[in-house]
């Protein structure tokens, strides 16, 4: 089985999706890492740009039929059995983005991209199994429990939990106007 994880810069993803493999004894894999391993994709400053049908392709020809949990903010685009969205509050975002040093049109794309869903809607445009998760407040063993208890239940889709309409005020500081 190939679960994909994905979400906005920020969303935990890293965490979770180490932890989630080891928890069922799976294979991690950094799509970023396996990228620059295969050489798909080319640096721009410090991003690193790829083709997605390339990596896709690549990925399916390496990992079909094992079991992988894959972590990557494009892993939504890979043929995956299931993809989990994690989500987590734009200003939380802002704040982890900060901190890592992004720059401040980084921090702001992101805080954007997490405000109106953009992970979560390509995700969706991409796959059918496709459940999201809410980080926010959670540790990252309550969010493996989460996406654990889903995998035992059979849910394949699951969205529409999140809706940060509401906390645009909040992120106003973090974007790019």
Not at 57 to 76: A, Q, W
Not at 113 to 118: F, K, M, T, W, Y
Request: charged share 30%; glycine share 10%; aromatic share 6%.
């Amino acid at each position: 089985m190939i679960i994909a994880v994905t979400g906005t810069p920020g969303a935990g993803k890293t965490t979770v999706s180490k932890l989630l493999a080891q928890k069922l004894g799976y294979e991690y894999v950094s799509l970023r890492d396996y990228a620059m391993e295969k050489g798909i994709g080319e640096m721009k400053g410090d991003e690193l740009e790829v083709e997605v049908d390339e990596l896709a392709y690549n990925f399916e020809r390496d990992f079909k039929g094992r079991n992988v949990v894959v972590d990557g903010h494009l892993s939504h685009f890979l043929n995956a059995d299931l993809v989990v969205v994690l989500r987590a509050h734009p200003k939380l975002i802002g704040e982890r983005l900060t901190k890592r040093g992004y720059s401040r049109e980084k921090v702001g794309e992101n805080v954007e991209a997490e405000l109106v869903d953009v992970i979560l809607v390509e995700a969706l445009e991409e796959n059918e199994n496709v459940v999201e998760v809410d980080t926010t407040g959670k540790t990252p063993e309550e969010v493996v429990n989460e996406i654990l208890g889903l995998i035992e239940k059979g849910v394949r889709r699951r969205v529409g939990i999140v809706d940060w309409s509401e906390v645009y005020d909040e992120v106003i500081p973090y974007l790019r106007l």
